[in-house]
């Protein structure tokens, strides 16, 4: 589990292909993940990730296919920028929401426009996604923990503050860049329920 709470950002050092899948290599030089062990999970980008080698301040790890085509993972290139965030750990404060590191799509970003210092960002999602999405409620895009500030249709608009800018990906972002999201769990389990009565 995470909490969406991004530790700070890494850099692909490499992409090696390995059977059809690939490793990624992360430089995280200017992260805090802790204590990072073989075999410990790393959210990238918000995808849980698995660390199978460790060198230094780079950790690599394998992706699948399935997860290539699912998430913007299959889109980095060497240089590109990742968020990064450690799996919590017991006693740790959970500053974000809970975060499994299952993307459920990809989301569009559609507008951003700045407001006083913040800046407002509107996605839009998959028409299977849209009922997960609720005013006030919790969405991780790209692996950072955000509120949803309105909800109209197909799209959502969230706030981002000064550092949350600057400290993420989001910075980077442009219209029309695709970005991972992963619906709240709670709101995912209340649908369940709701379908199955």
């Known amino acids: 589990m995470f909490t969406g709470i991004i530790k700070g950002l890494g850099r692909v050092a490499a992409l090696e292909e390995q059977g059809g899948d690939t490793r990624i290599v992360i430089d995280a030089a200017d992260t805090d993940l802790g204590t990072v062990a073989l075999g410990d999970s790393i959210a990238v980008n918000g995808v849980c990730l698995t660390a199978v080698e460790l060198d230094g301040a780079r950790f690599a790890a394998?992706?699948?296919?399935?997860?290539?085509?699912?998430?913007?993972?299959?889109?980095?290139?060497?240089?590109?920028?990742?968020?990064?965030?450690?799996?919590?750990?017991?006693?740790?404060?959970?500053?974000?929401?809970?975060?499994?590191?299952?993307?459920?799509?990809?989301?569009?970003?559609?507008?951003?426009?700045?407001?006083?210092?913040?800046?407002?960002?509107?996605?839009?999602?998959?028409?299977?996604?849209?009922?997960?999405?609720?005013?006030?409620?919790?969405?991780?895009?790209?692996?950072?923990?955000?509120?949803?500030?309105?909800?109209?249709?197909?799209?959502?608009?969230?706030?981002?503050?000064?550092?949350?800018?600057?400290?993420?990906?989001?910075?980077?972002?442009?219209?029309g860049d695709r970005v991972n999201l992963e619906i709240d769990v709670i709101a995912r389990y209340l649908a369940r329920l709701v379908e199955t009565r």
Not at 70 to 88: I, K, M, Q, R
Not at 118 to 147: E, M, N, Q, Y
């Open 62 to 175: 394998d992706v699948s296919t399935e997860t290539l085509s699912l998430t913007t993972l299959g889109a980095l290139e060497v240089g590109s920028a990742v968020n990064l965030e450690g799996a919590l750990r017991a006693g740790e404060p959970l500053g974000g929401h809970m975060v499994s590191g299952h993307v459920d799509g990809f989301g569009v970003l559609e507008a951003r426009e700045q407001d006083a210092r913040s800046w407002r960002l509107v996605f839009s999602v998959p028409a299977h996604l849209s009922r997960f999405f609720a005013p006030k409620g919790s969405v991780c895009v790209d692996g950072i923990s955000l509120t949803v500030n309105e909800v109209e249709g197909d799209r959502f608009g969230v706030n981002i503050v000064p550092h949350t800018m600057s400290h993420t990906t989001l910075g980077e972002r442009a219209v």
